[in-house]
């Protein structure tokens, strides 16, 4: 029988454990040991039946054992203990707080920050997530807690959550949604002052109007809102857009997206006005699911009957985007039609011009389609600050949409990069944190984990034990090889097996192999079957009679997504043959309970994308805060971080004449050679006390040379002081008449660049050659048309060249006006050029717009350069 209602009943705790309601709420029990430990205690069993989660956990514990732990003196102590700590960290100073107090360079953080992500990451009791963008979201949160910096998390939740993957007979993933009870997640509603859930509305064309309510989930210090558009208050069309992540047709996408965005920021005031809170002066977009955001604060603007273009200035002031694809695939495109049926005066947003909209997201570049509407381009268009996830990402991102700044190189596309970081509390396995709270104690490791920086706390790895060490290793290796044969005996049955034909799976995998994990999302460029190209020769390698490999295998592949699935099965297939099953295995599933398994129990940690597709890649960070050594294509943030000390680079095939399957065949090569000749005889070689020496110091050098820089503290410092900071700034600064200001001006300025140009330029006569050390003093001569020398920046750009005279390594040196229009109406500009680089030298000389409120010369990307048939003598000179 199926029931025809559902509700929750709730536990009512005794007074004296009334404390454990509050700290199941508050999801840095997820990342807090003693917490958690606590929680275990309750209940050992129906703690690991439940998960890991305290709101199952209390929801299941008989009343018997409540009134027992209620008079049980020694765990009342601990909970008030717990507790203590909990109010200590939410209300305590920390990081961003000592900042604060720091003079003016503390007055410039920005009073509170939102950040925006279609998934979030944070426990697997709330599954809102479906790879790594979600788990960064999830830690950018959780480290933002952890430095006690004023966040406010926004997103949507998905009552179907991503889809559980499990496997039929033959090795094809299949999909389950289950249905998710907010009631019975770590959730509470968003009320108003007389007791009512808030709600937030769209409007939709036809007149009908979208609405959600607002969940709030406490990640430690940062308030995380989630909208909710499943209540009855809704039509069945509407309830259903806040069904499942990442589902639906365009239209159902989009609906989705405007909810985040636009729904996101009325939820943020709405959360501000009831709770007190600072609003926001910063707004992050990570990726561009979230970029209507932007919108939706010009339309507030336009409500005050502010003009459109100044509040676009004043919006962009404060909006931070981070794009975190390297493929123009992984953008959300929409129809523009299908935009422009969604805003206006019949549905949303009805003070803005629909075409203004339009021209937002409008690929306007060449080789860009008008007729499609891309979020990121929007969102680079409506954000000052943009930002890449890795320095290869960022400089793959700023070729990628060099179209939108026409005339500059794409190396001075205004996109910066700040690597990606994990959250060390989550990702550390206890035994680990435990080894190092030995060393340098718990208060000095937890701060290593979270605050991150080069503060010597990592160097204190060089004090363990080599025996110490291996021994922490083979207890990971140990428990991953308990939870794999667990996970895959009951895959097995679910694939249909009897109980009967699985007593192979208790000899699966060995805890004294070296162990190779792989683990990520299946879209075709991480190539999950890489490791297939040469079976028989990956055969070898499995079953080596003195130096055999193991390897362990998770992914997902998009429910849509046809050529991944035949990847996983293909993958399977291997697996499940008799002879090597008991040393690969693939694992459905993947999510954040078993990466937190899988990534301290490995040794190696495999990556082998598609160079430079993959935009930073933190499976492997994580891999390395537990001991694991990387081996790695050379993309992302390994690309930056890489040393032969503590990893493997497995060489790219990437030259020109390479297709794809000599490319493919090649870097497998490489790979089975890498396994076989250096990794493999490194883990199995033992020094004079029977242990691997070189190997354990390769362990030690990944955690005190790799440890500090992976930290998603480092990289929300510095999102603070690279992004957030110059947002708030900007935001200060372009208040209405400012940012009106810079509106005419820019409107002016692209009115006359047509008539802007360098006719003449002529440097001090100096032949083929000069010294090194002497100066150019250069002559130009320029054509401003109705626009002042106040409006611009004449520049020299110099650098040295190549056979085909492109500047590399360019500087830029402004030039000064020295006389006023000749009878032509052109200016002089003067300027000496220091020649201060030896070998093939040049220069060109342009012209840019410039404004003490821009954020730099390409803002608007207007530029204007000189031509062959305008220079005089000196143009390029040979260096001695």
Avoid at 234 to 252: I, K, Q
Avoid at 360 to 366: A, F, H, K, R
Avoid at 627 to 645: K, Q, R, T
Avoid at 734 to 745: I, Y
Wanted: hydrophobic share 40%; charged share 25%.
């Amino acid at each position: 029988m199926k029931a025809i209602r559902r509700f929750t009943v709730r536990p009512v705790l005794p007074q004296p454990l009334g404390e454990l309601a509050e700290l199941a709420r508050n999801l840095r029990w997820s990342w807090h040991p003693a917490t958690r430990d606590l929680f275990e205690s309750v209940d050992p069993a129906l703690w690991a039946a439940s998960g890991g989660d305290p709101v199952r956990l209390l929801g299941g514990v008989a009343p018997e054992r409540l009134a027992e732990l209620a008079g049980d003196e020694a765990f009342l102590g601990r909970l008030a203990e717990v507790g203590e700590d909990l109010r200590s960290y939410v209300s305590g100073a920390r990081w961003y707080q000592e900042q604060t107090d720091a003079g003016a360079a503390g007055r410039e953080l920005p009073r509170a920050i939102a950040y925006f992500s279609p998934e979030f990451g944070v426990t697997a009791a709330l599954p809102q997530y479906s790879g790594g963008l979600g788990i960064l979201a999830g830690d950018h949160l959780k480290a933002a807690s952890d430095l006690g910096v004023p966040l406010i998390g926004v997103g949507l939740l998905y009552r179907h959550g991503y889809f559980r993957q499990s496997l039929s007979r033959d090795g094809w993933q299949q999909e389950h949604y289950p249905v998710l009870d907010p009631n019975e997640l770590p959730l509470s509603l968003l009320r108003e002052t007389d007791g009512t859930p808030a709600q937030v509305g769209l409007a939709l064309p036809g007149g009908r109007l979208l609405r959600a309510r607002v969940w709030q989930a406490q990640v430690g210090r940062v308030p995380l809102l989630m909208l909710d558009s499943d209540i009855e208050d809704n039509d069945v069309g509407e309830r259903d857009v806040t069904d499942r992540l990442y589902g639906g047709g365009s239209e159902h996408r989009l609906l989705q997206e405007m909810l985040l965005g636009i729904g996101g920021v009325r939820a943020v005031r709405t959360y501000c006005r009831l709770t007190g809170h600072p609003e926001p002066e910063v707004f992050h977009t990570n990726e561009g699911h979230a970029g209507f955001l932007g919108l939706e604060r010009i339309h507030e603007l336009t409500a005050q009957r502010r003009d459109f273009d100044g509040s676009l200035e004043a919006v962009r002031a404060g909006t931070v985007f981070t794009t975190h694809t390297p493929v123009p695939a992984g953008i959300d495109r929409f129809d523009r039609e299908l935009v422009a049926h969604h805003f206006g005066p019949d549905a949303e947003l009805p003070l803005i011009d629909v075409a203004r909209i339009l021209r937002l997201g409008m690929e306007t570049y060449p080789g860009g389609d008008p007729n499609v509407f891309n979020m990121a381009v929007m969102g680079l268009r409506l954000g000052r600050q943009a930002n890449g996830v890795s320095t290869l990402h960022g400089k793959v991102s700023r070729d990628m949409f060099a179209g939108l700044w026409p005339g500059f190189d794409a190396d001075e596309a205004p996109i910066t990069s700040i690597t990606n970081g994990v959250h060390a509390p989550t990702w550390v396995a206890p035994e680990v944190f435990r080894l190092g709270a030995r060393v340098i104690g718990e208060r000095r490791t937890e701060t290593a984990l979270t605050v991150g920086g080069g503060d010597g706390r990592w160097d204190a790895v060089a004090d363990i034990d080599d025996a110490d060490i291996w021994e922490l290793r083979r207890a990971l290796r140990g428990q991953l090889v308990a939870e794999a044969r667990r996970r895959l005996r009951e895959s097995w049955r679910g694939r249909g097996a009897a109980t009967a034909e699985l007593g192979w799976v208790e000899e699966a995998l060995d805890p004294d192999v070296l162990t190779v994990g792989f683990a990520r999302r299946v879209p075709s460029y991480k190539r999950l079957t890489l490791m297939l190209r040469d079976p028989d020769r990956l055969m070898e390698l499995l079953l080596h009679p003195e130096r055999p490999i193991q390897i362990v295998v998770a992914g997902k592949a998009h429910p849509a997504d046809d050529g991944g699935k035949r990847l996983i099965q293909d993958l399977v297939r291997f697996t499940d043959d008799p002879r090597v099953r008991h040393r690969i295995v693939f694992l459905p599933d993947y999510g954040m309970a078993m990466a937190q398994a899988l990534y301290p129990g490995c040794d190696v940690w495999l990556n082998n994308p598609l160079r430079p597709l993959e935009a930073c890649g933190t499976s492997g960070m994580k891999a390395a805060l537990n001991g694991c050594l990387n081996l790695s294509v050379l993309d992302g943030w390994w690309d930056e971080w890489f040393e032969p000390d503590f990893g493997w680079a497995i060489p790219t095939a990437d030259g020109a004449a390479t297709d794809d399957v000599r490319r493919d065949d090649l870097e497998a090569g490489a790979l089975y050679d890498l396994l076989e000749q250096r990794i493999a005889p490194r883990f199995y070689e033992r020094g004079a006390e029977g242990l691997p020496d070189r190997w354990i110091e390769m362990v030690r050098r990944t955690l005190t040379r790799l440890g500090p820089k992976v930290l998603a503290g480092r990289m929300v410092r510095e999102y603070v002081e690279q992004l957030y900071v110059p947002a708030a700034r900007a935001h200060r600064t372009l208040d209405a008449v400012s940012a009106g200001e810079l509106a005419a001006w820019k409107a002016r300025v692209r009115e006359g660049w047509p008539r802007v140009g360098v006719d003449h330029v002529e440097g001090t006569a100096v032949g083929a050659t000069a010294e090194l050390g002497a100066a150019l003093t250069l002559r130009v001569r320029v054509r401003l048309g109705a626009l002042t020398p106040d409006d611009v920046e004449v520049q020299v750009i110099a650098g040295r060249v190549d056979a085909e005279d492109h500047i590399t390594d360019a500087v830029a040196v402004p030039l000064k006006p020295t006389a006023g229009p000749d009878e032509e109406g052109r200016l002089r500009y003067e300027g000496p050029l220091a020649l201060d680089h030896t070998g093939p030298f040049g220069y060109t000389v342009r012209i840019l717009p410039s404004h003490r409120l821009l954020s730099g010369g390409a803002e608007l990307g207007l530029v204007a350069v000189a031509s062959d048939e305008g220079m005089g003598e000196g143009g390029g000179v040979l260096m001695r």
